[in-house]
């Protein structure tokens, strides 16, 4: 039975898109985050995608059910988050087309050769360390700080492991755009799109989501500014929309 897949600390969350997602009652939940992501990553529906770190399984999910791309694997360090990651693949009946792995990223190109996927989709840690106290649990610790890869590891893999012209989607903290750049240069992943995510209008931006292409020429595109809450303290249409709820 499918109610044997949730343990006793965890909850069924109901994603409002005809998929559920298995998170723990105390820990990690997914926030907005991953949600924006999945909507501005643009797929094709040939493409074959690798989602690095991906914690509770949400963008995955969310690429199958709005992009639905001709496969996904995923993959994820911390066993226990990845063990709960397939069981909600599993929930949704999407083992055949949503494969999550137990695996360090940085292993990726080892794992399934180089220049052997058309996209990359992440969300990696935000935090460098020492640059905020770190939360004594592990999982926490390790979602939101550079505990077991950096950016520039990220962004290395990334480029190891997509095709030439492959696309890179990710989002990050506006704080640490000039080191997204640096490090996406280096690594000859052409910043390409880029938006601003604002909490509310008048408000500084506080998320950016960016898109970059291997080996890609020099061409990055403003797109217009992203707002969650209107001047009433409510969510504007466009999240409505991305969220696919009916205002």
Request: net charge neutral; with cysteine; charged share 30%.
């Amino acid at each position: 039975m499918l109610e044997n897949l949730i343990k006793p600390d965890e909850t069924l969350d109901d994603l409002q898109n005809g998929y559920y997602l298995i998170q723990k009652k105390e820990g990690f939940r997914f926030g907005v985050d991953p949600v924006l992501l999945a909507d501005f990553a643009a797929l094709k529906k040939t493409d074959r995608v690798l989602e690095m770190g991906t914690g509770t399984g949400i963008i995955s999910i969310l690429l199958h059910a709005k992009k639905n791309p001709g496969s996904i694997t995923a993959i994820e360090i911390q066993e226990e988050m990845a063990e709960m990651a397939q069981r909600s693949a599993a929930y949704n009946g999407l083992e055949d087309r949503i494969t999550i792995l137990h695996m360090d990223l940085k292993d990726a190109s080892e794992r399934f050769g180089k220049a052997s996927f058309d996209a990359v989709v992440t969300n990696p840690p935000y935090m460098k360390l020492g640059s905020g106290i770190i939360n004594p649990s592990q999982k926490q610790a390790t979602a939101r700080f550079e505990l077991s890869c950096s950016l520039e590891e990220v962004i290395h893999s990334a480029y190891e492991i997509l095709k030439p012209g492959g696309r890179f989607f990710m989002v990050h903290r506006t704080d640490r755009l000039v080191d997204i750049i640096t490090a996406m240069r280096n690594k000859k992943i052409e910043p390409k799109r880029i938006r601003f995510v604002h909490s509310g209008i008048g408000k500084k931006p506080h998320l950016l989501l960016i898109e970059g292409m291997k080996g890609g020429r020099p061409e990055l595109k403003f797109m217009d500014p992203l707002y969650i809450y209107d001047d009433k303290g409510e969510y504007t249409n466009e999240i409505h929309d991305i969220y696919g709820r009916i205002k």
